[in-house]
Nanobody, 123 residues
Framework: QAQLVESGGGQVETGGSLKLSCVASGLTFRETPMGWFRQAPGKDREFVAG????????NYTDSVRGRFTVSRDNDKNTLYLQMNSLKPEDTAVYYCAVHTSGSFYYIASYGYWGQGTRVTVTS
């Protein structure tokens, strides 16, 4: 079965940077579109960024566009999220997920999820 393991979360000050990683196993990674979601305390899980299997197409939610960059290394079965210029509102648990069908922006379009990695941005 597919397994996803996120890492790279932590605590940083406003304006700092973090790079998240998601290592996939149990699937043909290079054939699978992937996405990042996040969930802040008391809020619904929301789409952050997505990337096609060919690495030619990426998409972002408006609140992170220009600050976050999603990428992948298919030889290492790894998905990345580079986060720059972090703000307190970016504080959340971040999850990677396997896109299986439907829109990149919908939670229901993803069939497999990691355990999440926590990101805290202080003022």
């Amino acid at each position: 079965q597919a397994q996803l393991v996120e890492s790279g979360g932590g605590q940083v000050e406003t304006g700092g940077s973090l790079k998240l990683s998601c290592v996939a196993s149990g699937l043909t990674f290079r054939e699978t579109p992937m996405g990042w979601f996040r969930q802040a305390p008391g809020k619904d899980r929301e789409f952050v960024a997505g990337i096609s299997r060919s690495v030619t197409t990426t998409n972002y939610t408006d609140s992170v566009r220009g600050r976050f960059t999603v990428s992948r290394d298919n030889d290492k079965n790894t998905l990345y999220l580079q986060m720059n210029s972090l703000k307190p509102e970016d504080t959340a648990v971040y999850y990677c997920a396997v896109h299986t069908s439907g829109s990149f922006y919908y939670i229901a379009s993803y069939g497999y999820w990691g355990q999440g990695t926590r990101v805290t941005v202080t003022s």
